[in-house]
Nanobody, 124 residues
Framework: QVQVVESGGGLVQAGGSLRLSCTASGLTVDDYAMAWFRQAPGKEREGVSAIKWGGGSTVYADSVKGRFTISRDNAKNTLYLQMNSLKPEDTAIYYC?????????????????WGQGTQVTVSS
């Protein structure tokens, strides 16, 4: 049974940093395209960042470029999202997702497995 579980969310002041983690079981993160999505109150879920299976190709939403960094630790079978220079508009539930698409994308349909999400709140 495949599970992806997010952790690391919390409350932080604007300008601060958080690191989200996504621990996977039942799959090997290096064999899957992995991604972070987020959903703010009253808004649709949107892609934040993704990393291609087996290597370094990544993609970021324009709103987080230069501030967020996606990475994975294959030995720990864990995906990370380092979030720096956080803004109040980054407040959302952040979801980890895994899929077998050959491409790196922020298209939700490319991802089959989803976590339950972790709340990130950035105060002004």
């Amino acid at each position: 049974q495949v599970q992806v579980v997010e952790s690391g969310g919390g409350l932080v002041q604007a300008g601060g940093s958080l690191r989200l983690s996504c621990t996977a079981s039942g799959l090997t993160v290096d064999d899957y395209a992995m991604a972070w999505f987020r959903q703010a109150p009253g808004k649709e879920r949107e892609g934040v960042s993704a990393i291609k299976w087996g290597g370094g190709s990544t993609v970021y939403a324009d709103s987080v470029k230069g501030r967020f960094t996606i990475s994975r630790d294959n030995a720990k079978n864990t995906l990370y999202l380092q979030m720096n220079s956080l803004k109040p508009e980054d407040t959302a539930i952040y979801y980890c997702a895994a899929g077998l698409a050959w491409r790196v994308s922020l298209i939700q349909a490319d991802f089959r497995y989803w976590g339950q999400g972790t709340q990130v709140t950035v105060s002004s």
